[in-house]
Structures are given as structure tokens and as C-alpha cells.
């Protein structure tokens, strides 16, 4: 079912389920797996057959970081020159909906992958972690800024400078993650909110997504702007005129993505 070598991708319905698969490394983040994701996740962006996708883990382990034996040997310059870990934003570049799925372990990179989904469902045993500072160096795929961003910086400068993990309950309560399940449903719970993403209008969803992220880069009054303009367009959509009809006839929309 799967083409790729460090995950696995299901087409359920109308949402992809992406599986991090390299147990024996605990699903650390070596350029194979990054490039199997890069793959996947632009196979889903072009793929109209599907609205919205989950990515997950083990339950041990959602990704226990970097691939410190694969960085353990550069030097700056094989870093610098390479410019390590450029490709994430392709991920990140992603315009369809997706939900990072966390059970257990989410340190170092595998902590920043979970934030660079839209959101995050965490089972009870998940635990979040930038602990770079013990391998003497930092965050590299994002993690100083989006933890600060999510949790505030009292919270992000701990977890960064002590490498404490952070449990689901207090990750949930700091605006980490969006919910917290128990872990025997966290496939299940992620799926069923998947798939009530994927059964909304699809440009709605690309453009409710694209106005929540902007609000990360834009001051008050752009992004206000920003918001309000992409409305208008929406009423240039066919799903526009149908949602708003099948809300006077009191039934479920039936959407084109047109
Ligand atoms: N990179 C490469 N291999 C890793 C790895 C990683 N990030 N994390 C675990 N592994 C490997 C271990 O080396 C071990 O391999 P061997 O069997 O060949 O010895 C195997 O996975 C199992 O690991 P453990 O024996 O350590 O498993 P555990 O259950 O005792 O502990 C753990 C689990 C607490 C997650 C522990 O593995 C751990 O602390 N891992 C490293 C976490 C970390 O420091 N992450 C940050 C990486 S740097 C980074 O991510 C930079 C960035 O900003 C992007």
C-alpha cells in the first residue's frame, strides 16, 4: 500500500492517515524520512480525492528527534553549506489541512514536526520536549519560535534551557494541543476529527487555514484585513452559494471545491 521506505501512507475515505515507520530508531528524523514526507504530504496537497490529513507515530513514540547519528559527525561547514533541515518548509508549505496525532515521546524535531501542524490531538501518554540543550545545541526545525509562540516564553525557555519534557495535561492546558484523548483512541478520535474537517467545504478549509496562520505574521490590523478580503472571495465559490443554500433548505452541503 505504502511507496515509501520510513513511513506508511493509507488513503482512508477522504483523509490520509501518514505513519512515521522506523521503529529501530524510534522514528527519529533522518533526511529519508524527510524526504518521504516532503513526497507525501505534496502527493496529498495535489490529490482532490483528499481533504485532510493525520500524521502519527508509534505508541511509544510519536518521533524522538533529529537523527543525532546522522548529525554527530558534521561539521558547520558540511551544516552551513547543506543548509541542514532546509526542506521542512515544504512540509509546512502544505495548504490542505493536517493534524499532527502525538502518543508518547515528541522530542527535539519530533516535538517541532507536531507544531508545524495545524493542530495537535495528544494521548494521554504524549510528552513534548526541546532537549537540544543536552547534546549542547538548540532547537534547528523551528521549535524555539513555535513553542514560544503556542506556550508563551516562561514556558518555552524552561522546556529549552532545562530539556524538561512536558506532559499532555499541561501541554493541553498551555495551548500546546488542541485535545487530549486517552491513548487507545487516539487514531480513532484524530480520524473522526479528520474526517469532519475533510466533510467541510474544501477552499473554506485552505482559506480558514490560511488566515489562522497569518495571524502569526501579520500585525492586528493586516491580518484583519487579510481576513476580510479572503472572505469576499469566497462568495466568488460555487461552495459559497451551496452552503448558505442548504442552510435555508436546512440540509448538509454538497460541495465541488469549486
Ligand atoms: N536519533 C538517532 N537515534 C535515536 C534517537 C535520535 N534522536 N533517539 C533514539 N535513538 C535510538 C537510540 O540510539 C537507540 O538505538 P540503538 O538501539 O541502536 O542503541 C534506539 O533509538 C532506542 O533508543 P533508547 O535506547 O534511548 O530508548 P529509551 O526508550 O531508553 O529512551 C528516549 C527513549 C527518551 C526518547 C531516548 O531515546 C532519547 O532521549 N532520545 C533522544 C532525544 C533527543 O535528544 N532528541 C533531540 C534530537 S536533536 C534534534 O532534534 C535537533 C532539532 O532541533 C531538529
New binding site residues.
Given amino acids: 500500500m505504502s511507496d515509501y521506505e520510513t513511513i506508511l501512507v493509507e488513503k482512508k475515505g477522504a483523509v490520509t492517515l501518514v505513519t512515521l515507520n522506523r521503529p529501530?530508531?524510534?522514528n527519529?528524523?533522518?533526511s529519508d524520512v524527510l524526504a518521504d514526507l516532503i513526497n507525501a504530504f505534496a502527493n496529498y496537497d495535489a490529490d482532490d480525492s483528499q481533504r485532510c490529513l493525520v500524521l502519527t507515530g508509534s505508541e511509544?513514540?510519536f518521533?524522538?528527534?533529529?537523527?543525532?547519528?546522522?548529525?554527530q559527525d558534521q561539521s558547520f561547514a558540511d551544516m552551513y553549506k547543506s543548509d541542514f533541515?532546509k526542506g521542512w518548509e515544504k512540509v509546512t508549505a502544505t495548504r490542505k489541512p493536517w493534524i499532527a496525532a502525538v502518543a508518547g515521546?515528541a522530542?527535539?524535531?519530533?516535538?517541532?514536526v507536531t507544531m508545524m501542524a495545524d493542530f495537535i490531538i495528544a494521548a494521554d501518554t504524549a510528552k513534548f520536549?526541546?532537549?537540544?540543550i543536552?547534546?549542547g545545541?538548540?532547537?534547528?526545525?523551528g521549535?524555539s519560535q513555535r513553542l514560544t509562540h503556542a506556550i508563551g516564553k516562561a514556558k518555552a525557555m524552561h522546556m529549552c534551557l532545562t530539556?524538561e519534557m512536558m506532559g499532555a495535561e499541561e501541554a493541553l492546558s498551555s495551548g500546546l494541543v488542541a485535545k487530549v484523548v486517552p491513548a487507545a483512541d487516539l487514531i480513532d478520535e484524530a480520524m473522526k476529527t479528520a474526517e469532519t474537517i475533510a466533510g467541510m467545504a474544501p477552499l473554506a478549509a485552505i482559506a480558514n487555514k490560511e488566515m489562522v496562520n497569518a495571524a502569526y505574521e501579520m500585525t492586528l490590523a493586516e491580518g484583519i484585513n487579510f481576513e476580510r478580503r479572503l472572505f469576499h472571495g469566497l462568495f466568488g465559490t460555487q461552495d459559497q452559494k451551496e452552503g448558505m443554500k442548504a442552510f435555508v433548505e436546512k440540509r448538509p452541503g454538497n460541495w465541488t471545491g469549486k
Fill in positions: 529501530q530508531a524510534l527519529a528524523l533522518n511509544k513514540v518521533a524522538a528527534g533529529a537523527d543525532i547519528k546522522e548529525m533541515f515521546y522530542l527535539g524535531g519530533g516535538c517541532e520536549g526541546q532537549p537540544e543536552k547534546l545545541v538548540t532547537p534547528g526545525m521549535g530539556g
